[in-house]
Structure formats: structure tokens, C-alpha cells
Nanobody, 122 residues
Framework: QVQLVESGGGLVQAGGSLRLSCAAS????????LGWFRQAPGKERELVAA????????YDADSVKGRFTISRDNAKNTVYLEMNSLKPEDTAVYYC???????????????WGQGTQVTVSS
């Protein structure tokens, strides 16, 4: 099993920055695809960013491209989401997830954290 725990969420003013962290335990995730998802009330969960466990390729949703950066530190068994130029519409619960196959294949993500709230005020 892989356990994932997010941290770093909170309340921030529009235009500000946050760095979310997701620490994995129970298994080394160096070969896993890792993703950050978010879900706002009444909306579908969406993939924000993902990173491959094989070649380091990344994906960013159009809504966050140029503002958010996903990265990983395999030595620390941790994935990060650097969030810059935050907007009120970024307000959501953010989840990290892991899977053993392709980072762009959503059903691949079978391990999930509990989420961390990000609130961006105007």
C-alpha cells in the first residue's frame, strides 16, 4: 500500500503563492506517476498537474499552465505543487494521487491523499 499525506494548504490572497507537499509512505514511489487533482464544491474533480515516474514528463491543465509547477523528490518520496499567481477560482480541495502506469491515464491513479484546502481570497 501507498499512503499519501498532503500539506501546505491554507488561505492566501489573490496573486499570492503556496507550495503543496505530498509525502508518501509504505512504498517507494520513484517509479510511480504522481498527480495533483482539485475539487471545488459542486464541481467535478479535475487533474491539475501530473508527472511521469519514468521520464519526468509533466502535464499541466490549461487553467493553471504557467502558474503551477509539479515536481518530485524521489529521495524524499515526495511530490510538490508550486502554485503562483493564485486566483480565487483556484479555491478547492487539492489531492495528490499516485499510480503505477501512465501519468496521463486518469484511471491509473488508485492511491489518494485526504486532501488539503486551498482558499484564495480576492
Amino acid at each position: 500500500q501507498v499512503q499519501l499525506v498532503e500539506s501546505g494548504g491554507g488561505l492566501v490572497q489573490a496573486g499570492g503563492s503556496l507550495r503543496l507537499s505530498c509525502a508518501a509512505s509504505g512504498r517507494t514511489i520513484s517509479r510511480f506517476s504522481l498527480g495533483w487533482f482539485r475539487q471545488a464544491p459542486g464541481k467535478e474533480r479535475e487533474l491539475v498537474a501530473a508527472i511521469s515516474g519514468s521520464d519526468g514528463s509533466t502535464y499541466d491543465a490549461d487553467s493553471v499552465k504557467g502558474r503551477f509547477t509539479i515536481s518530485r523528490d524521489n529521495a524524499k518520496n515526495t511530490v510538490y505543487l508550486e502554485m503562483n499567481s493564485l486566483k480565487p477560482e483556484d479555491t478547492a480541495v487539492y489531492y495528490c494521487a499516485a499510480g503505477a502506469r501512465s501519468y496521463y491515464y486518469i484511471p491509473n491513479y488508485v492511491y489518494w491523499g485526504q486532501g488539503t484546502q486551498v482558499t484564495v481570497s480576492s
